[in-house]
């Protein structure tokens, strides 16, 4: 099998004759024999895999803020080990405040062989690393999680590797920071003007045009702000201004105060503060807005106050299992088969983004169709288990469908609540249907009468045959060129077949007509 005899082949083999192949001079054919001869592979391979090296990083006030950790395993066979036995179940980490997830696991190398290193990631408690998570963590390997090519696991380590969060020195967050309007770029409109009542003695009011637009490039430490739009609401008019964020609009308001006076001055300052808005460096804010009677949209500055390590959600969900049954002789007649992954994410996954299109199942015979999808859980959260519904080629498994089946996840279908989606894996999982059924059908009996007197001047004479299998007979199979009828002028026609039953089954009897 696959061209040279590994430890992949081991196992029992069984060496069937087929019937009326082999044949004396007379032309007598020896019987079929379905267990003609067996023979056993046995490579030899019983040495169990080991972890050639670990490792985990500690945790320092370099990662506060950040969502996860890695942990680094590499693992070593005398033959080859088994990838698709590794998975985030291999390992546990526990801390403080007790076990940490384990979200997901990638390869150096995804195909089998030795030796193969595994990136186990490990969400924070909590989110995200800060302070309390502060304490001793221990990373513990499973027994019986990853194996290599003949079945023999890696043995658990309950200490296998270990590291320290020290997070209780943090940096000191990032002073206040004011930006004054007339140093955003003007887009549309905006005129920059000096008035000693500006913090910085000008400020941007509006210019030719209806729409006033201008930009500021974000580029202080990324976190959660809160800004502040300084500006002057005068008594002459409504302006309307708008904050977007990255094109999208955080924030909206109309200048209706007219608390003060007509001009700008102290009477008719105003703030505007947008609370906990997540930013990063590069992240481009806008000021857009439309001045309205006497009122010219006069802004004088922008505010940055930090307020926390957090940023906007940009990690993916992944795959933490995913599982295909094999098909076997249980299901032989069944009509589906389930596969089942779940997702899991370091804030929630969108369950209203799982749906039968996340999969495709590819076999022998082509894709085969998935008809349906259910969850575990039916509101966002992490982890979510999908179980989609396959339905067999030609409505139910048969030996026609055996062979190797391959499942494929897609990209950009299964997402978090941040709109971050799974990568796509076109060898999410496989699965074996193998019916069992290798027992060639055999004659159980066979008759052609004599002719005789009788016969003289009839036209056809019957040949009954009848078939046998230990599952059933394919009917379809049964036609006049299953027999050749010769005689002392040579070959006889054989014209017809009649079945007793049409349906596959076990035995069938057909009765052939010769002419």
Do not use: C
């Amino acid at each position: 099998p696959g061209g040279s005899w590994d430890s992949a082949d081991d196992g029992a083999y069984t060496v069937a004759l087929l019937g009326g192949e082999v044949a004396d001079t007379s032309g007598n054919a020896v019987a079929a024999d379905p267990t003609l001869a067996s023979f056993t592979v046995d490579s030899g391979d019983s040495t169990a895999p080991v972890v050639q090296s670990a490792s985990a990083p500690d945790i320092g006030p370099a990662q506060v803020g950040t969502t996860n950790t890695d942990i680094t395993v590499t693992f070593a066979d005398d033959v080859a080990i088994d990838t698709a036995s590794i998975d985030a179940g291999d390992i546990t980490v526990t801390g403080p405040g007790g076990a940490l997830s384990v979200t997901g696991v990638s390869l150096d190398t995804a195909s089998d062989g030795t030796p193969r290193t595994a990136t186990y990631t490990v969400a924070a408690p909590g989110g995200s690393w800060d302070s309390a998570d502060d304490g001793a963590y221990t990373v513990t390997l499973l027994g019986g999680e990853v194996a290599d090519t003949s079945g023999n696991t890696v043995a658990a380590d309950p200490g296998l590797a270990s590291f320290t969060a020290d997070l209780s020195t943090l940096p000191p967050p990032p002073d206040p920071s004011r930006v004054e309007a007339e140093t955003f770029t003007v887009l549309s409109g905006f005129v920059v003007k000096n008035n000693g009542q500006g913090s910085g003695g000008q400020f941007l009011q509006a210019g030719d045009g209806d729409e006033q637009r201008a930009a500021h490039t974000f580029a202080l430490t990324a976190g959660v702000y809160d800004l502040t739009i300084g500006h002057f609401d005068e008594s002459d008019g409504q302006s309307q201004m708008s904050i977007l964020l990255n094109g999208t609009q955080i924030d909206s308001f109309v200048w209706d105060l007219d608390a003060g006076g007509k001009f700008a001055d102290q009477s008719s300052f105003a703030e505007r503060t947008i609370s906990g808005v997540s930013l990063s460096s590069g992240d481009v804010i806008e000021i857009v807005g439309f001045e309205d009677a006497g009122e010219p949209l006069r802004t004088d500055y922008m505010d940055f106050q930090y307020v926390g390590s957090g940023g906007p959600d940009a990690t993916a969900p992944v795959v933490q299992s995913a599982s295909a049954p094999d098909i076997g002789p249980a299901q032989v007649g069944t009509t589906t088969t389930d596969v089942t992954v779940t997702f899991t994410d370091n804030v929630a996954i969108d369950t209203a983004s799982i749906d039968v299109g996340d999969i495709t199942v590819t076999g022998p015979g082509g894709a085969l169709s998935v008809t349906g999808v259910s969850l575990d859980t039916a509101s966002d959260g992490t982890p979510r288990t999908a179980t989609y519904t396959v339905a067999a080629p030609g409505g139910s498994w048969d030996s026609a469908d055996d062979g190797a089946y391959t499942v494929a996840l897609l990209g950009g279908e299964v997402a978090d609540t941040s709109g971050n989606a799974v990568a796509a894996d076109p060898t999410l999982a496989s699965f074996t249907a193998d019916s069992g059924d290798s027992t060639a059908p055999v004659v159980q009996s066979a008759s052609a009468p004599d002719i005789g007197p009788a016969q003289v001047g009839t036209t056809t004479t019957d040949v009954t045959v009848t078939f046998t299998d230990n599952v059933a007979i394919d009917t379809a199979t049964i036609d006049p060129g299953d027999i050749t009828v010769t005689g002392p002028g040579g070959a006889l026609s054989v014209t017809g077949v009649s079945l007793d039953t049409a349906s596959d089954g076990t035995p069938r009897t057909a009765t052939y007509t010769v002419a």
